[in-house]
Nanobody, 127 residues
Framework: QVQLVESGGGLVQPGGSLRLSCTAS????????MGWFRQAPGKRREAVSC????????AYADSVKGRFTIARDNANNTLYLQMNDLKPDDTGMYFC????????????????????WGQGTQVTVSS
């Protein structure tokens, strides 16, 4: 019954921007740390950014620091990822995910347990 639905992906040129959204249903949204993960062809899924239950704490992969911003709107059960100055290496399928209920320690290292994934949204950065 839990649903995580990502949107906002697409084709963009290097240096461009996209804003991804993830709308959650079937759960008490602010009971969960949330995150964005991505997977490029031939590579393992990697953590991009994570955010605490309240949104007060965030973490980012080194490769996206200064370019991406994660945010959440608990009143509307929505998670966002603002992506600026996109690079070809950012290409991949982006997934929204929740951590184990009430778990907080996974945010700092952006490492989740009992992850529940959305269906993903494709981001392609190419000239």
């Amino acid at each position: 019954q839990v649903q995580l639905v990502e949107s906002g992906g697409g084709l963009v040129q290097p240096g461009g921007s996209l804003r991804l959204s993830c709308t959650a249903s079937g759960l008490t949204f602010d009971d969960y740390s949330m995150g964005w993960f991505r997977q490029a062809p031939g590579k393992r899924r990697e953590a991009v950014s994570c955010i605490s239950l309240s949104g007060r704490s965030t973490a980012y992969a080194d490769s996206v620091k200064g370019r991406f911003t994660i945010a959440r709107d608990n009143a509307n059960n929505t998670l966002y990822l603002q992506m600026n100055d996109l690079k070809p290496d950012d290409t991949g399928m982006y997934f929204c995910a929740r951590d184990r209920k009430f778990r907080r320690v996974g945010v700092r290292r952006c490492s989740f347990e009992s992850v529940y994934w959305g269906q993903g949204t494709q981001v392609t950065v190419s000239s």
